[in-house]
T-cell receptor
Framework: GAGVSQSPSNKVTEKGKDVELRCDPI?????LYWYRQSLGQGLEFLIY????????KSGLPSDRFSAERTGGSVSTLTIQRTQQEDSAVYLC???????????FGPGTRLTVL | AQSVTQLGSHVSVSEGALVLLRCNYS??????LFWYVQYPNQGLQLLLK??????LVKGINGFEAEFKKSETSFHLTKPSAHMSDAAEYFC????????????FGTGTRLKVLA
């Protein structure tokens, strides 16, 4: 079946602009995660959604970062007033509820000029 | 708190040689442990996982790992390296319940020499 998909695959933006990154999880996966992969910080957890529960936002690095999940499926990660240090690959993963194994999408490479 | 340390950011082996990628963890609760592989410009693919059952875990592509509580280690091995094993490998730890969010190591890039 279809895996986790992310769009766009690449995004180049200018410093100060807002960006939206999209994640389509595997059908039936109610748990959804965002991670950031950057040269300086490695792979970092950002945010976690599970069904209708309040999201775990403990990994978001600043209030410029936000995410939402509509209808329990598609998720959008928004970065406002982008900075050069936001340049990274943003990975989305999904899993079945209360299951440990996460399935990752191919990522969105964000470059902030 | 949980953390993962991967010793060696780059490892080179000859084709056919043993692959050993090291992972040590720290966790205040019994951990779940994972190895993922990332090929260039792709997402992460699960190789294997330890979730408190058998301590010797076999995964895909001939890889295996052994959970050693006394050493807080979960090293990844493969008896004979293949050129297609060249990739970046990540060890991750999570709690056995709750959000299951992963704490990743910094990764080890494996190079296989012909």
């Amino acid at each position: 079946g279809a895996g986790v998909s992310q769009s766009p695959s690449n995004k180049v933006t200018e410093k100060g602009k807002d960006v939206e990154l999209r994640c389509d999880p595997i059908s039936g996966h109610t748990a959804l995660y965002w991670y950031r992969q950057s040269l300086g910080q490695g792979l970092e957890f950002l945010i976690y959604f599970q069904g209708n529960s309040a999201p775990d936002k403990s990994g978001l690095p600043s209030d410029r970062f936000s995410a939402e999940r509509t209808g329990g499926s598609v998720s959008t990660l928004t970065i406002q007033r982008t900075q050069q240090e936001d340049s990274a690959v943003y990975l989305c993963a999904s899993s079945l509820p209360q299951v440990d194994t996460q399935y990752f999408g191919p990522g969105t490479r964000l470059t902030v000029l | 708190a949980q953390s993962v340390t991967q010793l060696g950011s780059h490892v080179s082996v000859s084709e056919g040689a043993l692959v050993l990628l090291r992972c040590n963890y720290s966790s205040s609760v019994p951990p779940y442990l994972f190895w993922y592989v990332q090929y260039p410009n792709q997402g992460l693919q699960l190789l294997l996982k330890y979730t408190s059952a058998a301590t010797l875990v076999k995964g895909i592509n001939g890889f295996e790992a052994e959970f050693k509580k006394s050493e807080t280690s979960f090293h990844l091995t493969k008896p004979s390296a293949h050129m297609s094993d060249a990739a970046e490998y990540f060890c991750a730890v999570s709690r056995p319940s709750g959000t299951y969010k992963y704490i990743f190591g910094t990764g080890t890039r494996l190079k296989v020499l012909a």
